[in-house]
């Protein structure tokens, strides 16, 4: 999953930061041009990390076509593929790729699989609380705190903040984990990547959403947990992280985002049932067109998440066969 | 001496003894003071929470005065001040600090204060808030002539005020009261209306007609397949339909960009503490008032002019600001829909039980059935209503009635109705306890009068007993609706969402639509408390929309109690 995320964005090149905003779009993505005609009804299930863009894109889409009717359901990325597969939701926003079994499930009902489509990108953040002294941790460290497994080769179980460095008043202290619940595609996400599919600690805080992650770490001076970068408020901060022990740490932002060097990247998903071959009918191909495009990748950054490189977004549209 | 000594002697048992015979527990005051007390505890506490929701939400709306902080690094802060707290600097930071503020953290244990800021400008700086500590600066000022400036998109804008430009012509600008201005921002204000509703109302009637079309031309396929005559002459008709709308779509479309154009020439630009400037349409702009300069009626202005727009507006900015209009209008509808529901079927339930059915081992089990109905956790009742009523109920519906929408689900998805009748199941045991205690309560020797006057069973019950039994029957469904309008955790399931502009009353045919997802207050809350972007700037909103709530369920309550007392009053004259 890394490496196909670091293949994307080396393959799309990077692009800087101008202009007067802190982020900037990539100037190559096309600019979103209104259509006439457009109307029904939309409706999308799935990832609660994606819930407040997909208000955001919906708001801004309605501006544009304001007799479309669009709404925005968000429990956890594992609703989305139920949702697209009785048909109830046209779009399944998921903060992962869907799993094997989902997918099967899905082909069985129409007969081929539902087509992803990357709409931004997230340096899932690992927060701690404003005043932790912290300054790296590598990703055996985080899997030796977070799990009973420890997959990523941690040689003890790490309880306090002792055990990753930190002295004075802070050695002797436990570590406090907060985590998402297990509906939530940032917690598989997690699981998969920074802990090696191992297995969470049983003392892991799970919250219903992403933001009360961060909520959680704010109020507990000795926690950590890990939520979508986008949340950060300046009552927490991300602890920069290495893959490797001892390698050199990268801070969450977007240019460690783009390069691949943070550890934790990933794409944000919405995922579509289109039936390969024919085309997108006109709303849902608008819907597309307008998330991958200038103004809907304006959304993503005023979400606080980084947007997609005009290659990728390209990619996705002509998987699509949306122009 | 002696005496007394004897006197004592003797007085020591006795009051032992008296003190034995009407102790504290014979008296049973420990009971009394127990009670007291829980309920003292319970008040306290009711009282506490309330204080704190009301404190906290009627707050939030007062415009605060615009801090600049110059700290001793160069850093500059402008911002309202959000809140302060104690914490103890770490070493780098205590070294950083002068000598003068080192000694007095010392003294202070080695605790420091720091304020958080809001800063807004999120475009600019890619963050909103920022903690400054009290040794970290160097200047704290509130200098004039700052504005605080609400926008549509990107949340707030501190700053100045540098230029404006009316109809493409630039103009200097000087205050915010200057008449340009201020009438610069009403035409912009008022063509986003106009835009608005062009939008609504005319591209919408001709949208709708042309999905009409296009979902009748669907009907005759399903009914005669395609290449039926019925289908060619549907198709040819739509055709012909759809070029007309197309014409008046483009008319209705020109005028809206004609419209967008002149907003376009219309523009203020803004810069922000730092020097970095930032141009937008008037028509972007919400309000703007010189924070530090405001007298207390403009004060008040800004307060009262941002709660209407928070009671009457849509939701802006993935709900976190704008109104929660929407929102207040799903509440009331379901509950409304609910009671419609829940109560004749909670008084007939009652009714049968009560006055009907045999009293035996059948009526008690059901009964007993009723009363645990109401211990059923109401998440289960939501897996129940997503179950039955949606996808069973709904998916019949849809296949009998809308195959022509299909796959696109029309009932046979969460909306406004499986909600209403999810709640009703939720709270009918309420109801039928209620009256059954109302009914049984009306003396027996009213219904033996009016049965001996001639009248028949049914004729008793409509003039005798459920007129005296109303008051309390009134009572059950006033609690059902305070349990229903409060309740969240089944509605996620049966058909509230995040996002629902559009509200199921309006004035497309049929007027009510009771298949739409609908917003509500309960999940607005937990919306932007523990799902909106930035937390920090959604905890005010969460106690205003608590607020909020509150006072909708005791205006609910209020009338309904009202009601009743008017029928007590009605039925108390036709006593003997």
């Known amino acids: 999953m890394l490496k196909t995320f670091a293949g994307a964005l080396v393959l799309a090149g990077t692009f800087a930061a101008t202009g007067a905003y802190a982020l900037d779009v990539d100037p190559a993505l096309k600019d979103y ?37 669009i709404e925005i359901e968000g429990k956890g990325s594992g609703t989305a593929p139920p ?37 931004a990108v997230d340096a899932l953040a690992v927060f701690v609380h404003k005043d932790n002294p912290i300054q790296c941790l590598s990703l055996a460290q985080v899997d030796a705190m977070f799990s009973k497994t420890r997959k990523k080769g941690g040689k003890e179980d790490v309880k ?6 930190l002295t004075g008043e802070w050695a002797s202290k436990p570590i406090s984990l907060y985590g998402r619940n297990s509906a939530s595609g940032t917690y598989g996400y997690f699981k998969e990547v920074a802990m090696g599919d191992g297995d969470y600690k049983d003392s892991v805080k799970e919250q219903p959403g992403s933001s009360a992650v961060v909520q959680g770490i ?81 959304g993503t950054i005023k979400d606080g998440f980084f947007p997609v490189p005009s290659a990728v977004a390209s990619q996705d549209l002509e998987v699509l066969g949306v122009e | 001496m002696t005496d007394a000594a004897a006197l004592q002697q003797e007085s020591v048992p006795m ?34 929470f309330l204080a704190l929701v009301f404190s906290n939400g009627v707050e939030t709306f007062i415009p605060k005065p615009i801090t600049v902080v110059t700290g001793i690094d160069g850093t500059v802060t402008a911002g309202e001040p959000f809140r302060s707290e104690l914490f103890k600097p770490t070493p780098e930071d205590f070294a950083k600090a002068s000598p003068d503020w080192q000694a007095r953290i010392k003294d202070a244990n080695g605790y420091a204060n720091r304020t958080l800021y809001r800063m807004g400008n999120f475009d600019i700086y890619g963050e ?12 704290i000022e509130q200098p004039h002539g700052l504005v605080f400036v ?39 204000r008022d063509r986003s209306k106009a835009i608005r509703k062009i939008e609504r109302v005319g591209i919408n009637d001709v949208n709708h007609a042309l999905e009409q079309e296009r979902l009748g031309l669907r009907k005759v396929e399903l009914a005669s397949g395609r290449n039926s005559a019925e289908y060619k002459d549907a198709e040819a008709r739509l055709t012909g339909i759809s070029a007309g709308l197309q014409q008046r779509y483009d008319a209705l479309s020109a005028d809206v960009q004609k419209l967008r154009e002149i907003n376009a020439g219309n523009t203020i630009t803004l810069a922000e503490i730092g020097g970095r400037e930032k141009t937008i349409e008037f028509s972007a702009l919400v309000r703007a008032y010189a924070a530090n300069d405001l007298s207390f009626a403009q004060k008040a202005g800004v307060y009262v002019s941002r709660w209407a727009e928070f009671l009457g507006s849509e939701p802006r900015e993935a709900n976190t600001e704008g109104g929660v209009f929407p929102a207040i209008f799903g509440t009331a509808a379901m509950t409304l829909l609910m009671v419609i529901v829940v109560a004749p079927f909670g008084v007939i339930t009652a009714l049968y039980l009560r006055e009907y059915a045999q009293q035996g081992r059948l009526v008690s089990f059901v009964r007993i059935s009723v009363n645990n109905l109401a211990g059923v956790p109401s998440i289960v009742y939501g897996v129940f209503g997503l179950g039955f009523f949606a996808y069973v109920l709904g998916g019949s519906i849809d296949a009998l009635f809308y195959p022509e929408r299909l796959p696109n689900p029309t009932f046979g998805t969460g909306g406004l109705l499986w909600s209403a009748l999810t709640l009703a199941l939720l709270t009918v ?29 049914w004729q008793t019950i409509k003039y005798i007993v459920l007129p005296r039994a109303m008051p309390g029957i009134m009572t059950g469904v006033i609690l059902a609706m305070a349990r229903g309008a409060g309740e969240v955790a089944p509605l996620m399931l049966v058909g509230v969402v995040k996002l629902a502009p559009e509200l199921p009353v309006d004035g497309m045919f049929p007027f009510v639509h009771l298949e739409r997802s609908f917003m509500h207050l309960g999940f607005h809350i937990f919306d932007v408390g523990f799902q909106s972007r930035n937390a920090e700037a959604g905890k005010p909103m969460v106690f205003v929309t608590t607020v909020l709530l509150i006072a909708l369920v005791t205006l609910v309550n209020a009338t309904a109690i009202v009601v009743r007392n008017r029928l007590k009053k009605r039925f108390a004259g036709s006593q003997f």
């Open chain 1, 33 to 69: 041009k209104k259509k006439a005609g457009v109307e029904g009804s939309l409706k999308s299930v799935g990832s609660d990390t994606l819930n407040n863009l997909m208000a955001l894109w919906a708001e801004t889409f309605n501006k544009e076509y304001p007799s479309v009717k």
């Open chain 1, 83 to 119: 949702a697209l597969i009785s048909g109830s939701a046209q779009f399944g926003p998921m903060s992962r790729p869907m799993k094997g079994g989902e997918m099967d499930d899905f082909e069985k009902k129409y007969g081929y699989k539902p087509t992803p489509m990357r709409v």
């Open chain 1, 160 to 165: 306090t903040w002792g055990q990753v460095g």
């Open chain 1, 218 to 298: 704010a109020s507990d001076k000795f926690a950590i947990g890990y939520s979508g970068g986008g949340y950060k408020t300046a009552d927490v901060k991300t602890v920069p992280l290495t893959a490797k022990e001892g390698g050199k740490c990268f801070d969450a932002n977007s240019d460690n985002a783009y390069a691949g060097d943070y550890p934790i990247t990933r794409f944000l998903y919405v995922y579509v049932n289109a039936k390969p071959g024919s085309k997108l009918e006109p709303l849902r191909a608008e819907f597309v067109k307008f998330v991958l495009s200038k103004q809907g990748q304006m």
């Open chain 2, 15 to 48: 009051s032992k003894s008296t003190g034995r015979r009407t102790d504290m527990r014979s008296r049973g005051e420990p009971a009394l003071w127990s009670l007291g007390g829980a309920l003292a505890i319970g008040i306290i506490m009711i009282l506490g």
């Open chain 2, 128 to 139: 909103d808030f920022r903690w400054v500590p009290d040794f970290m600066a160097a200047k």
């Open chain 2, 150 to 188: 609400e926008r549509m998109e990107w949340g707030p804008f501190v700053g100045t005020v540098k230029s404006i430009k009316v109809d493409g012509v630039e103009r200097p600008f000087t205050t915010l009261d200057d008449t340009a201005f201020v009438k610069a921002h009403e035409t912009a």
């Open chain 2, 429 to 457: 045991p309420v109801v039928i306890v209620a009256t059954e205690e109302a009914l049984a309560a009306v003396p027996r020797s009213m219904r033996e009068g009016s049965l001996a006057c001639g009248a028949s069973k």
